[in-house]
């Protein structure tokens, strides 16, 4: 062989393995659109990574994650979910409920969206129908039509005295008024009086607290709500300041020290939809996969938090509890 040759061979083959590696797909991007704050969503992102890895998806490894967080400001999301579309993600995960899922949906009609924990995503216009979502959109839904007006009678039934009520909601979310009907028409067939409290700032947290006072209010109703979560601690601080009973959607506040809580898993929900996200990054469409709903809805009760509001559980609310936290 002459010398020219065996060079020349040398070279191909000291190419090989650049050009297999030039060959291997690119490692799929994902984006991470939320609308509450990285500092109280620990349990959710890695229920969420729980998941992809079911789906055959690891960060870091055969996966990559942008986070965009609105941490409750939910003006920025549209500008946070364009963010995203720019870089060409593969698809969009919008977490943090309705806020986050229709700015996703309102910037793109082509990159696949799935969304951890919507209300209601029919009535919202993110897809035709649970079973057929058609379109770019799917994910799970924790929506419970009667969610509301359970949590009203669950509080009448530990506090069956009281007369005033408060709810709490965020003005901001496209649920909130469909939520407080609710509620006032459920409390109104108990007799019960409610006083619907608007809160989108940490300072309005506040003065709705201080408002209870000044209302009489017996008990409160705290909808389970993206910016209300950012504020768990503070929110389940400010019951316990002002002695005040209340009621959660989700069972993280109960274990903050909130007193009771009566709905659908939300670390359950960021999972599954995980799961579905690893689908559609496999091919499938959103448009052919359902939208996922709960299947239990669970109620939690934190028994030292009752005894330190001098309360007593009645013994068949107890009995029908899925978790009782002593």
Known sequence: MKRRDFISLLGGAAAWPLTARA?????????????????????????FHQGLREAGF????????????????????????????????????????DPSARAAKATTSTTPIVFS?????????????????????????????DLGAKSVELLKELLPAVTV????????????????????????S???????????????????????????????????EPFLDSQRDKIVALSARYAV???YTFREYVVAGGLMSYGASLAEAYRRAGTYLGRVLKGEKPADLPVQQPTK????????????????????LLVRADEVIE
């Open 23 to 47: 060959q291997q797909p690119a490692m799929p991007v994902v984006g991470f659109l939320s609308s509450r704050s990285p500092g109280e969503s620990a349990d959710v992102v890695a229920a």
């Open 58 to 97: 690891i960060e870091g490894q055969n996966l990559a994650i942008e986070f965009r967080w609105a941490e409750g400001r939910y003006d920025r999301l549209s500008a946070l979910a364009a963010d995203l579309v720019g870089l060409r993600v593969a698809a969009l995960f919008a977490a943090g409920g």
């Open 117 to 145: 924990a919507v209300n209601d995503p029919v009535r919202l216009g993110l897809v035709a129908s649970l079973n057929r979502p058609g379109g770019n959109v799917t994910g799970m839904s924790i929506f419970a039509a």
């Open 165 to 188: 009520i408060a709810y709490l909601v965020n003005p901001s979310n496209p649920s909130a008024e469909f939520y407080s009907k609710e509620a006032v028409t459920a409390a109104s």
């Open 190 to 224: 108990l007799g019960v009086q409610v006083h619907v409290l608007k809160v989108s700032t940490e300072r309005d947290l506040d003065e709705a607290y201080a408002a209870l006072v000044k209302l009489g209010v017996g008990g409160l109703v705290v909808v389970g």
């Open 245 to 247: 009973p209340a009621i």
């Open 297 to 316: 809805f669970e109620l939690i009760i934190n028994l030292k938090t009752a005894k330190t509001l001098g309360l007593t559980v009645p013994p068949q």
